[in-house]
């Protein structure tokens, strides 16, 4: 089993910045993408940011220039730098561990989330 937590959330002003975390524990795969998804209120789950672990990133449109994802191997650990934010940023911002190797197939893991605000 996999443990995956968020933190970092919280109330920004417009133009603002925050920095997300996450930290994967527990059974860990030998190789993983680690990436970031947000939920607004009425709207579906989308892809922000992920990164893969040969550190390949890649991002929606709406995040590139002001997003940047990181991860730290040692701390299984991945980060999202939002800088510039904006309030059509607010959302829930979920943490998403999946192995790559295609043996697991859909096999994914999910964190509880954090609210991210931006509102003047």
């Known amino acids: 089993q996999v443990q995956v937590v968020e933190s970092g959330g919280g109330l920004v002003q417009p133009g603002g910045s925050l920095r997300l975390s996450c930290a994967a524990s527990?059974?860990?795969?030998?190789?993983?993408?680690m990436a970031w998804y947000r939920q607004a209120p009425g709207k579906q789950r989308e892809l922000v940011a992920s990164?893969?672990?040969?550190?390949?990133?890649n991002y929606t449109d709406s995040a590139k220039g002001r997003f940047t994802i990181s991860r730290d191997n040692r701390k299984n650990t991945v980060y999202l730098q939002m800088n510039s934010l904006k309030p059509e940023d607010t959302a829930v911002y979920y943490c998403n561990v999946r192995p790559e190797l295609p043996a697991y197939g859909d096999l994914m893991y999910w964190g509880q989330g954090t609210q991210v605000t931006v509102s003047s």
């Open positions: 527990g059974r860990l795969f030998s190789i993983y993408t």
């Open positions: 990164i893969r672990s040969s550190g390949y990133r």
